[in-house]
């Protein structure tokens, strides 16, 4: 069974720091990798994902993301984060060939940005 | 409205009761999942509809729940002898096609069931 590790629950920053949120999955085969986002009161929204190709993705408002195959990890970053960017983070897997009931999804992280 | 709802935002029911969850998705969508978040936790699937027919219900923890989509479009979840274990969030999410390249699936806002 596929599994997904974000070893961060809880990260604080002040604007304009840099932001990297890691992502470790668990999976034999290939994968497609998913960043998602919630804003508080608001549902889970697609940030970026990645397929195939080009390993470095990159999303909506400035965040992009690394797939690195060797070490089975897909984090997020965003040079300069803004207050607005407070929500929680969630990193998801599903299994190529696999459709949205194959996902798995990681704990999440919850940004707190400090104005 | 543009985006998947979810009826009601809330809902506090009691031990042993039955409760009945709605999702209305994006009109057009085909592929209709359930997914439950327990605190702390990311979404975990529930089950998964094509269409009229549950193509996979893999996901339901026990005979306890139940879920339909009779006209293809809005589906309802049904928990019966609901448990304290059963308070959640669970969100519904509904993509055109159930394939993953190329294709969205859009969330709701969930149902937060508390069980007391």
């Known amino acids: 069974a596929q599994s997904v590790s974000q070893h961060n629950h809880h990260v604080i920053l002040s604007e304009a720091a840099s932001l990297e949120l890691g992502c470790n999955y668990s999976y034999g085969g290939t994968v497609n990798l998913f960043w998602y986002v919630q804003y508080p009161g608001q549902h889970l929204q697609l940030l970026l994902k990645y397929f195939s190709g080009d390993p470095l993705v990159k999303g909506i408002k400035g965040f992009e993301a690394e797939f690195i195959k060797s070490k089975f990890s897909f984090n997020l970053r965003k040079p300069s984060v803004q207050w607005s960017d407070t929500a929680e983070y969630f990193c998801?897997?599903?299994?190529?060939?696999?459709?949205?009931?194959?996902?798995?999804f990681g704990t999440g992280t919850k940004l707190q940005v400090i104005p | 409205g543009a985006g998947v709802s979810q009826t009601p935002s809330n809902k506090v029911t009691e031990k042993g009761k039955y409760v009945e969850l709605r999702c209305d998705p994006i009109?057009?969508?085909?592929?209709l999942y359930w997914y439950r978040q327990s605190l702390g936790q990311g979404p975990e699937f529930l089950i998964y509809?094509?269409?009229?027919?549950?193509?996979?219900d893999s996901g339901l923890p026990n005979d306890r729940f139940f879920a339909v989509r009779p006209e293809g479009s809005v589906s309802t979840l049904k928990i019966q002898r609901t448990e304290r274990g059963d308070s959640a969030v669970y969100l519904c999410?509904?993509?055109?096609?159930?394939?993953?390249?190329?294709?969205?699936?859009?969330f709701g806002q969930g149902t937060r069931l508390t069980v007391v």
């Open positions: 009109s057009g969508h085909t592929a």
């Open positions: 998801a897997v599903i299994p190529q060939r696999g459709g949205y009931q194959k996902v798995t």
């Open positions: 509809f094509q269409g009229t027919g549950a193509a996979d």
């Open positions: 999410a509904s993509s055109l096609t159930g394939r993953v390249e190329g294709i969205e699936a859009f």
